[in-house]
């Protein structure tokens, strides 16, 4: 079945610096990704929409330029935090879909924190 | 491996009927486990189970969680047109660190 692997897992970074994180589809193409924030008992909050080789949509009230998303290949899609703050930590969780085959497969998720 | 997964994969009914979604687990550390609805552009959370025989109640929805069988089921009575949409099932580790989603089960009411 479709794999898709968010990487790392978890991550703590000091106020100012940036974090990168990775989403791959391991077994398939992915021409969409997608990149939400997840808080306790909450809806996953979609961030943006990536689609391979263009830029990504963001939703409204999310800053493009510090979430910067970047789908270069068709299996990988990584999303930097820039100049994070502890108010950013948070679980961001990605997904992907491919054309033409129903539903999305989650990655599992990077705990975000902040210090 | 940890894994989650849903059963049926996708279902039609009709107006009125009562359907009931599965999800099992196999999650090393398991912490709780959550019922999303998605119809568009992200899924909506429904429920958090975490105590095993409690069933959680919203509506027409109502969910419970059997440790012991490792699963739980999403129930939805009287359904509604409005209810068709894909029914995701995580499990959330108990360290926080990784959800497990399963594949989802694919509502269609028909009315």
């Known amino acids: 079945g479709a794999v898709v692997s968010q990487h790392p897992s978890r991550v703590i970074c000091k106020s100012g610096t940036s974090v990168k994180i990775e989403c791959r589809s391991l077994?398939?193409?992915?021409?969409?990704m997608f990149w939400y924030r997840q808080f306790p008992k909450q809806s996953l909050m979609l961030m943006a929409t990536s689609n391979e080789g263009s830029k990504a949509t963001y939703e409204q009230g999310v800053e493009k330029d510090k979430f910067l998303i970047n789908h270069a290949s068709l299996t990988l899609s990584t999303l930097t935090v820039t100049s994070a703050h502890p108010e950013d930590s948070s679980f961001y969780i990605c997904?992907?879909?491919?054309?033409?085959?129903?539903?999305?497969?989650f990655g599992s998720g990077t705990r975000l924190t902040v210090v | 491996e940890d894994k989650v997964v849903q059963s049926p994969l996708s279902l039609v009914v009709h107006e009125g009927d009562t359907v009931t979604l599965n999800c099992s687990y196999e999650?090393?550390?398991?912490?709780?486990l959550l019922w999303y609805k998605q119809e568009k552009k992200a899924p909506t959370f429904l429920f958090m189970l975490?105590?095993?025989?409690i069933e959680k109640k919203s509506g027409r929805l109502s969910s419970i969680l059997d440790k012991k069988e490792l699963s739980s089921i999403l129930n939805i009575t009287a359904t509604q047109t409005g209810d068709s949409a894909i029914y995701l099932c995580?499990?959330?580790?108990?360290?926080?660190?990784?959800?497990?989603f399963g594949s989802g089960t694919k509502l269609n009411v028909k009315p």
């Open positions: 077994d398939f193409q992915a021409t969409t």
């Open positions: 995580a499990v959330l580790e108990y360290n926080f660190n990784k959800f497990y």
């Open positions: 997904s992907a879909s491919r054309t033409g085959v129903y539903g999305y497969t």
């Open positions: 999650v090393t550390n398991f912490r709780s």
């Open positions: 975490t105590s095993s025989g």
